[in-house]
């Protein structure tokens, strides 16, 4: 919903609009009451959206700070779409921009944590809602290894902080204190509409990126041995699991 801010004044004709222009006035409320009701009700959807759409941040930053950043962030990147569904598609850049610490030398690790974290809630959203034919069958222990594809939604993630153990033990209401930096890999899968999170390896991370890329089991195996020098029978001995486990986790279906 896109809302022109008018400036209101007691002008008459000639003048700048009146709210008596845009509203009617009630018996109890006058115009310019309506409209500052509209106007608080609908910055209070902002902020729910916003909260809805960053819950996890929100949680970690507490909700007076993440409120006040929210604020921020509303006025310098007002809403331009009919829907709110990306309304915090630039947030994660303003974090950015806008940190404590953007003029000093040495940088706070929080930040980055918080950074990190918004653009792996949106991208969450965006998942959820990316278009994609889902009719494919599930690979099981009995297909063929060079019958095997990658879900059609399948998306990668390699952060400088644990986001994904967060973002899931703050989804199963535990408590969790700010982490340290630390690593880490995940994928995010989505079968009717429902999003699958897994922490994964770093060497399954680099695995799975080669196949998204298009290559089969056998190249992105060889590409692991060339890339990251894993002995072949280090990767023979692992495979099975990797295998039982990604087709368990969704991960593949089978060549259509």
């Known amino acids: 919903m896109l809302v022109q801010h008018v400036p209101l004044t007691s002008e008459g004709p000639g003048g700048q ?76 850049e303003f974090l950015e921009k806008t940190r404590p610490d953007a003029g000093q030398e040495q940088k706070e690790t929080w930040p980055d944590f918080m950074i990190e974290l918004a653009a792996f809630e949106y991208a969450l959203s965006e998942i959820f809602d990316e278009h994609a034919v889902e009719n494919n069958t599930t690979a099981t222990d009995e297909t063929p290894d060079d019958l095997v594809r990658l879900t059609p939604v399948l998306h990668l993630f390699n952060h400088r902080f644990p986001i994904c153990t967060y973002y899931l033990d703050f989804c199963q209401n535990k408590q969790s204190d700010l982490p340290f930096p630390e690593e880490s890999f995940c994928a995010v899968t989505r079968r009717d509409y429902k999003l699958g999170l897994f922490t994964i390896r770093g060497p399954q991370y680099h695995f799975l990126k080669k196949m998204q890329q298009g290559s089969t089991i056998a190249q992105a195996t060889q590409q692991l041995i060339k890339t990251f020098k894993f002995k072949k029978t280090e990767l023979e001995k692992v495979w099975p699991e990797w295998r039982k486990n990604f087709i368990a986790s969704g991960f593949f279906v089978v060549e259509s």
């Not at 309506?34 to 609908?42: M, V």
């Not at 909700?63 to 009919?82: C, G, M, R, T, V």
């Open 17 to 92: 609009l009146q709210a008596a222009d845009i509203v009617n006035s009630s018996k109890r409320i006058s115009a310019a009451g309506h409209l500052d009701i509209y106007r608080h009700s609908y910055i209070a959807r902002l902020r729910a959206c916003m909260q809805n759409q960053f819950s996890a941040l929100a949680y970690a930053l507490g909700k007076e700070l993440f409120e006040l950043f929210a604020d921020q962030y509303l006025d310098a990147s007002p809403s331009e779409s009919y829907t709110l569904n990306t309304l915090g598609k630039k947030f994660p």
